[in-house]
């Protein structure tokens, strides 16, 4: 367990450790100028070059990259995640303050296509081949061909603009004090960018879902159930629920990085003030102490995602856990008393494979199989 | 759909036939433990015969070449694609083929076949499981009724009960006992009294076949060989059966396991109820069936007792007398059909 853990963080920090040193590499390879992004095309021009150099000196735009990074990296040591140029605040309270934003959206996204994908995947396979599982399909299909953006500008249009039902954009309301926003409010703003990532988001879990139900549908073990006198929806219920759940939650799990970078785009079709949208400003905005930490944070989110499904896969599976003393205590209980010549168990497994009869072993040629 | 010689109206005429000696009833001969109670058999399959719909490979092929013809004739006749698809011809596969089975009170019938010849379909049959594509025929009658789909179905887990091959059968992630308890039936207050007795009945079971009451608390994957073996039968046993229907049970289990597995389901004939007993291993078979239907081609060639096996004279088809000179205990001769026709490993 202490070895688990320990490779566990490990793997963490070399993940962390790429991530910045690929977002470092990648920022001073672009060729977007950060005094021109930043200080703007006028007042740059109004600028002697004398000023120049000295903000460029200031921002240390002329540093080797290598140093830069030793640098932020020492800083980051010491829990200084530097300063963004763009925002002139703490990276920290920058991504403190988006984050709450874009976790919350997020969060929703992630709940909703989870529970709606599980239970159109269910839907579909208990109706397999009829007009409810080519409904799910299609949907399925179309969704995962279709780009997040341009669902989230067709929602716009249609939601916002044609219909009126929700707000344009922005987290809250335009022009009312920050004090007088409702969580309604919130919650109203919130709604579209959630909805069309959680739209986007159904497909791969309902498809998986409904692929898994089949094999569960067709299992030996349904057939059993259904043979003793269960119907179908009820041996899904019972057995089938049990067995879908895991693999659609480690699926979900995983779906985490999926809704982040679906995040990025809907919040920047919405004008959203989440970390996506931030992470678009620092890219195109030189700001490389920004993304480099909008980079760390979402590396670490969709770690601990892909943690959780692991973790929850041994805890609650009962097959990944070690055997118990009970099993084995139990089968030397469970001899029946007229058993003293209890043969050498067959093991679950063993047993569950096609093995060769018991019988004589060259009897295979002989008997009628 | 009254069974004709068998009605209930005129017993005596069926019961007044000589068993032992008349060689043949009802398309099979009689074990000396083959009972008639109320005058009619535990279950009868008579002309039974199941396909499948399925789409025709080879016609659509050539279908295809067909068009292809056409269309360098007359191109602007072509079908669209989507016209071809819904189009797509079906036939139709039989895999088993007038089937006629009968399974008394008191006896264990083995069907002996070779894996693959569609032995798994007729134990379907008998449950009332068929799949979306099936088409099956025929006539079944249990406990002196003639069932059809809806009441087979309405059978499973009460008169008639599955013993399935291996703990595979069993949902991996619930425990055992709730497993052999089954799903409780009715509503409310209903319900909880089912669940209640069928509680009892389980712990009941399991002190009968000498299993612990903390092997409920297992999961499937935690039981040993003798353990799983004994708790499919608690399943098997659960509803009260009058007959459990045996899929391979004894695959996998070494030889003292598999003996004790047919003591049971001998032990449960022996008390009245009846076993179709699904099997390859006709050694196995013959040393506790009382009747033995030999199952080839998705048919049963020959329905006879386990005595006619003394004497090849005795057994009226040739592949029953093929499997009798494949016997250990004699020539061990395989000829060439069965080796080509019969026995595809």
């Known amino acids: 367990m202490v070895k688990y853990i320990a490779s566990q963080i490990g793997r963490f920090a070399l993940l962390l450790l790429a991530v910045a040193v690929v977002t470092f590499a990648l920022v001073s390879l672009s060729p977007v100028d950060p005094l021109q992004a930043n200080v703007g095309q006028a007042a740059l021009l109004g600028m002697s070059e004398e000023k120049r150099a000295a903000l460029a000196a200031w921002w240390g735009a002329d540093t080797p990259m290598h140093e830069r990074f030793i640098a932020w990296a020492g800083g980051l040591l010491q829990g200084d995640m530097g300063t963004s140029l763009r925002y002139n605040a703490p990276v920290a309270d920058v991504i403190a303050s988006r984050a709450a934003n874009s976790l919350v959206l997020m969060a929703a996204a992630w709940v909703v296509s989870g529970m709606l994908g599980f239970a159109l995947g269910v839907a579909a396979a208990l109706n397999e081949g009829r007009l409810i599982d080519r409904f799910v399909k299609g949907y399925c299909f179309i969704l995962a061909a279709s780009p997040t953006f341009w669902v989230g500008l067709l929602l716009l249009m249609v939601f916002s603009v044609w219909l009126g039902w929700f707000p344009l954009g922005f987290s809250v309301p335009v022009g009312v004090a920050a004090a007088d926003v409702t969580f309604a409010d919130a919650l109203h703003h919130m709604a579209l960018p959630a909805i069309t990532l959680s739209v986007v988001g159904v497909a791969n879990v309902a498809l998986h879902t409904r692929a898994k139900a089949l094999d569960v549908l067709a299992s030996d073990y349904v057939r059993f159930a259904r043979a003793r006198g269960e119907h179908r929806g009820q041996a899904m219920v019972r057995h089938g629920l049990r067995n879908l759940v895991l693999p659609a939650l480690t699926l979900q799990c995983a779906q985490i990085a999926e809704i982040f970078g679906g995040s990025v785009l809907v919040e920047e079709v919405f004008s959203y003030p989440g970390l996506g949208q931030a992470a678009v400003t620092a890219g195109l905005g030189g700001d490389v102490a920004l993304l480099a930490g909008i980079a760390l944070v979402s590396a670490a989110l969709v770690f601990a995602g892909n943690l959780a499904a692991n973790v929850i896969y041994g805890l609650v599976d009962p097959r990944m856990r070690p055997v118990r003393k009970l099993a084995r205590a139990t089968a030397a209980v469970g001899v029946p008393s007229a058993g003293a010549t209890f043969g050498p168990s067959a093991s679950p497994e063993a047993s569950a494979v096609e093995t060769t009869p018991p019988i004589p072993p060259a009897s295979d040629e002989r008997t009628p199989r | ?345």
């Open chain 2, 1 to 345: 759909m009254v069974e004709p010689r068998e009605a209930p109206a005129v017993p005596e005429a069926h019961e007044s036939l000589d068993h032992q000696r008349s060689a043949m009833h009802h398309h099979h001969s009689h074990a000396a433990d083959s009972r008639h109670g109320c005058g009619h058999h535990l279950l009868t399959v008579e002309d039974l015969s199941v396909a499948f719909r399925m789409y025709d490979e080879t016609a659509a092929e050539a279908a295809r070449t067909e068009k292809a013809g056409e269309a360098e004739e007359a191109p602007g006749r072509r079908p669209s694609a989507w016209r071809r698809y819904l189009g797509a011809p079906q036939r139709e596969v039989e895999v088993i083929h007038q089937l006629n089975l009968s399974v008394h009170e008191g006896e264990i019938v083995a069907v002996v076949g070779a894996s693959g010849s569609g032995k798994t379909l007729l134990a379907d049959a008998v449950l009332g499981l068929f799949e979306p594509n099936a088409l099956v025929r025929g006539r079944i009658w249990f406990d002196g009724e003639p069932m059809d789909a809806a009441a087979l179905a309405a059978e499973r887990g009460r008169g008639i009960a599955l013993m399935p091959q291996s703990v595979a059968s069993l949902d991996p992630l619930m425990r055992v006992g709730r497993q052999v308890e089954g799903a409780p039936r009715g509503r409310r207050a209903a319900r909880r009294a089912d669940a209640r007795r069928r509680a009892e009945r389980r712990r009941e079971l399991f002190a009968r076949y000498g299993l612990d009451e903390g092997v409920a608390r297992l999961f499937p994957h935690e039981l040993s060989g003798g353990m799983a073996r004994r708790v499919l039968l608690c399943c098997a046993l659960m509803g009260n059966p009058k007959l459990i229907v045996a899929d391979e049970p004894t695959p996998g289990l070494d030889l003292d396991l598999a003996v004790r597995a047919l003591a049971d389901l001998r032990a449960f004939a022996d008390g009245g109820g009846g076993v179709m007993l699904i099997t390859h291993d006709i050694e196995l078979a013959l040393t506790v069936a009382d009747r033995v239907a030999v199952f080839r081609d998705g048919t049963v060639v020959e329905e006879t007792a386990v005595a006619s096996f003394a004497d090849p004279a005795l057994l009226a088809h040739p592949f029953s007398r093929q499997l009798w000179h494949a016997l250990p205990e004699h020539d061990f001769a395989v000829t060439d059909t069965a080796v080509e026709r019969g026995v595809p490993c």
